[in-house]
């Protein structure tokens, strides 16, 4: 592994002697956030995009999202994303685009279906970036991360349009489940949470759906993986339970007639019991 390490940022090197315009970073490896902070903060360009080290981006991606971007005067464009394995991709040509202001945003990042909360299929104006750095050791750093430009950018472009090939590999974080990576979803969770309900309070409803939403999804990620006996550790009874507990008192009829049917209908199960939850739930995911 270190042999390729070696191989890889030689080659690097080679190819940023060939073209000015690339700069090539040498640093221990410290994790995705504290990558992504040093591109930040050594970017010379007026837009910033992140591709993950095993995807895959369409050729036109980053010239369509530019262009989305001057045409609608937004300072951030994201489009959808292709998950796949190792079949061939094949990118979407013909595309719609939306404008859409800054409630409006933040609206479908708390839907988390049209808008979701990855850096890596979207572009941003580079001042967004003032003050704003992705936090270092923690998994889901981009839910603790880009809201906060979500709050800062005046509007946010969506294209219809799938131009990010995400590689669903077995050993990544939303592939694999642990005690550990469920928390640091919590924790992000509620730091996303408490920011949000005092910056845009008149989208408590939208907020609040986001949290019952996530609560629903910590357990999927039991059923999913197979993980029912972890519903008895003291350290996630204390954590995820108290995160039902609160999702229950914040998912009102307001917030019900905003959500969709199928997580209104897991809601209801999860609240009644969670074992039972969880043991129906892995049947879904055979």
Known sequence: MMAQLIIHGILCD????????????????????????????????????????????????????????????????????????????????VYKIEVLNQDEAIKELMRDKKIMNYMCNKLFNVELFKDIELPIGK?????????????????????????????????????????????????????????????????IEYID????????????????????KVLKNKEFKKILYEELALSKKLNTKKVREINTKKLNILSKILYFNPYIFCFIMKFYYK
């Open 209 to 228: 759906m986001n949290r019952v939403n996530s609560s629903i999804r910590s357990f999927l990620d039991i059923a999913k993986h197979k993980k029912i």
């Open 139 to 203: 998994k889901f750093e981009d839910v603790g991360t880009t809201f906060k430009l979500f709050l800062k950018a005046k509007n946010v472009v969506y294209l219809d349009m799938k131009l990010y090939g995400y590689y669903g590999r077995e050993d990544s974080i939303t592939s694999n489940y642990n005690i550990n990576t469920s928390i640091d979803f919590v924790k992000m969770i509620k730091y996303r949470y408490d920011i949000l309900i005092e910056e845009k309070p008149n989208l």
């Open 14 to 93: 080679e190819i940023a002697k060939k073209d000015k315009r690339i700069k090539v970073i040498h640093q221990k490896n410290s994790g995705l956030s504290a990558a992504r902070n040093i591109g930040i903060k050594n970017a010379n360009g007026k837009y910033i995009g992140f591709v993950d080290s095993d995807d895959v981006i369409s050729s036109q991606m980053y010239e369509v999202m530019y262009k989305a971007i001057l045409d609608s005067n937004s300072q951030i464009a994201t489009c959808n994303n292709l998950h796949f394995y190792d079949e061939e991709l094949k990118f979407d040509e």
